[in-house]
């Protein structure tokens, strides 16, 4: 039996943040902008007048205080509402695409904390809820600027999930034999989708990357040894969250600034059946692994908002957990996709003694679940 232990982690935080009040004041502009555009058919009522947003309404809402971006002009300019294409962003064969940069930051970070060189790693997953591009795969270009030969590298996306996917896959190409060692990567651009003249959805989502070593156990001579109990995941179909942004497009004429071409979701109903779902999910896989949730140490879960991630918790715990059992870094980095629970475990991991054992997972659009169970070597 192949035994998989995670050795690295590393994290790229963009540069520009923004406060929930800076982020109100651009929104609540825009609606008094819109209201006054429209004010014969608000008076008529045939068209709702737009209401406004406030910091305080966003951290009850979400647990959010600010979240970083790829760019932030753009997002506060009341005439565009939406982030500016930053320089270089694409990219040429000298110099990678931001979202490669991003990944590169982060991968270096893993891999020198695993104690490798990028030569040592065999594979690269990139994982993540929205790609750049579709072609070259982003996962192929940070093997090319990391300078790495031979072995694999593809993209995947896979939603909220993106990063548990990836890292399920990688360790399934290790026990497979497939792979000595993985890179997974997992550079999020969600604020590029995000629609930010939408009360509902404007604060949601920060930018981030995340990347994780998995390695063979029996090779691995870095310092901190996550091992891999068990890996899981779980897919269901659902409309409740979607974009129908893609190539279509340009093909659907007037459609680039249409709302269903942002992320859009039916929070209610997310909430009321997906988190039964994951609670359930997570509860079965410790049960079909000899475990219960008071053998875990700490519950690193997918960001989604304060409201979600306490709901999940307290019901598996069965009372009020406490704030290291499940820690959130929703303040600091907003929603960030499918880094969400990676960021979680990256900061929140260091004080726990060897033997404990925790879970990383993370739930999104499909709908869909990814789920690992680690102990700490």
Known sequence: MVDVVITGTG?????AAITN?????????????????????IDAGLTPAKQYSSAEFIEKASGIKKRHLVEVGGVMDLDRLLSRCPEGAHGTTEEPALQARMALDAAKQAIA????????????????????????????????????????????????SSATYALIAAVNSIK????????????????????????????IFGDIATAVVLERADLAEGRDHWKVLNTRSFTQYSNNIRSNYGPFTRLD??????????FVQE?????????????DFISKQLADNGLTVSDLARMWLHQANINMNMYAAKKLLGREPEPNEAPTV????????????????????????KGAKGIICSFGAGYSIGSLIVERG
């Open 330 to 353: 929703l303040d600091e980095y907003g929603n960030t996709a499918g880094a969400g629970s990676v960021v979680a475990f990256h900061k929140h991991r260091a004080d726990l003694p």
């Open 11 to 15: 994290l790229h935080v963009p540069a």
């Open 253 to 262: 004429d007037g459609s680039m600034m249409r709302k269903d071409m942002f």
């Open 21 to 41: 009040e800076e982020l109100v004041a651009a929104f609540n502009a825009h609606v008094d902008q819109y209201n006054a555009e429209h004010a014969a058919d």
């Open 113 to 160: 904390q695993a104690g490798l060189q990028p030569g040592d790693i065999d594979q690269i997953i990139c994982g993540t809820a929205l790609l750049q591009r579709s072609f070259p795969a982003i996962a192929v270009e940070v093997q090319h600027h990391l300078g790495i030969e031979g072995g694999s590298a593809y993209d995947m996306v896979m939603g909220c």
């Open 267 to 279: 929070g209610r109903k997310v909430f009321k059946e997906l988190l039964p779902i994951v609670t």
């Open 176 to 203: 497979s034999g497939a792979a000595k060692r993985v890179l997974m990567i997992n550079p999020e651009i969600f604020s590029t989708l995000v629609n930010y003249r939408d009360r509902d959805s404007h604060f």
